[in-house]
């Protein structure tokens, strides 16, 4: 009789230990899931963000360089007395918006471009880590006795880390024009 009791007591807890076991590894495998959504979110707005901010670079830089061009143009052309006085008018209004907008320079939207780059790669870079370490715990406890067996019956597989390939590694060129940042 104790024998049935004691076979019926190591059934329970091998059934509470698999319920646990299974509900650990439904929490990491959430936690994985999570994880790459997140990093999902970054790939996203690097996706979003990069043809936006080079197509806003180029545009000012085109402005800025048709700006000066107008400037110098007229500087340069013999006016009449009222191509000057409309000349004139258009300068003001040209100086006018340069100076509501001191800070829009070329260069340092090419530098902002950089920097909103960079800060957007290392979003990545710590998003992948952060998959990699969950899918990490996930696949330790998939693989290692006595919990792999609780992950065969519940039909959980190792996952795979977020690698890059050699090629993704390099620098990426964009292309502004004639100019290459």
Known sequence: MIVVYILTGVFFLFIIYV??????????????????????????QRWDLIPNLVNIVKEYSDYESSTLENIIKQRYNNLNMTKKITTNQELSNLLITIESYPELKANENYLDLSNKLYKIEDSIANARKYYNATVRLFNNKVEMFPSNIVAKMVHMRSIPMFTIKEEEKENVQINLGDKNV
């Open 19 to 44: 319920i646990i076991t299974a509900n650990i590894l439904l929490k990491l495998n959430n936690k994985v899931d999570e994880a790459f959504a997140t990093m999902d979110v970054y790939l996203k």
